[in-house]
């Protein structure tokens, strides 16, 4: 399978602890994407790197959110304390070229979280 | 105000039937304007794209801009059971895709 990987791809936690997904874009893919989807509503940007550096982050990413992509490969996303309310799909995209982000881009199958 | 409106359904149509899908938005900047269809649990797949105002058909699908009054719509031909699935719309600026609600959609054989 050639396609943005995403792990785990499920993932139950109580409230207060860690976790952390994984991303592991299409090879060669420079930009990279996380977004977060809940129940009923469509996805929402939370930041993007281009190679290893970060260059946005949506307010959405509260100072318990961290991500990276340290060798500009592949990248997590952490969530510390966890909160109900971070109960989500976590989804993963990247494309092989800025210009071009609109066609090129692809979409992992999302790392689903419930905080419980 | 969201920035991208739309009517999250949910919508049931008998085999065979054009199904009209559509999104409002506010902002000006938006470039692109982008359909994805979501299965569930599974993350979005691009149908189709446009950049200006007009009409762009794909086989059963026919995506509509018209920016004048910010407003998208997609439309399917000959409806299948497959085409049951969630469609987003979605737009772009910058580096930013801006995703509407989606419509869940089920087609009845």
């Known amino acids: 399978d050639t396609g943005v990987s995403q792990n785990p791809r499920h993932k139950i936690t109580k409230r207060g602890q860690n976790v952390t997904f994984r991303c592991d874009p299409i090879s060669e893919h420079n930009r990279l994407y996380w977004y977060r989807q809940t129940l009923g509503q469509g996805p929402e940007f939370l930041t993007y790197?281009?190679?290893?550096?970060?260059?946005?982050k949506s307010r959405l990413l509260s100072d318990r959110f961290s991500a990276e992509r340290p060798k500009g490969s592949f990248s997590t996303l952490e969530i510390q304390r966890t909160e109900q309310g971070d109960s989500a799909m976590y989804l993963c995209a990247s494309s092989p070229n800025p210009a071009r982000i609109v066609n090129t881009i692809y979409f992992g199958e999302g790392s689903w979280l419930t905080v419980v | 105000q969201k920035e991208v409106e739309q009517d999250p359904g949910p919508l049931s149509v008998p085999e065979g039937a054009i199904v009209s899908l559509n999104c409002t938005y506010s902002n000006s900047a938006f470039q692109y304007f982008m359909w994805y269809r979501q299965y569930s649990r599974k993350g979005p797949e691009l149908l189709m794209y446009?950049?200006?105002?007009g009409n762009k058909e794909d086989g059963r699908f026919t995506a509509q801009v018209d920016k004048s009054s910010k407003y998208i719509s997609l439309f399917i031909r000959d409806s299948q059971p497959s085409d049951s699935a969630t469609y987003l719309c979605?737009?772009?600026?910058?580096?930013?895709?801006?995703f509407g609600t989606g419509t869940s959609l089920t087609v009845i054989p």
């Open positions: 446009t950049y200006s105002s």
């Open positions: 790197f281009q190679n290893e550096a970060q260059l946005e």
């Open positions: 979605a737009m772009m600026t910058g580096n930013q895709f801006y």
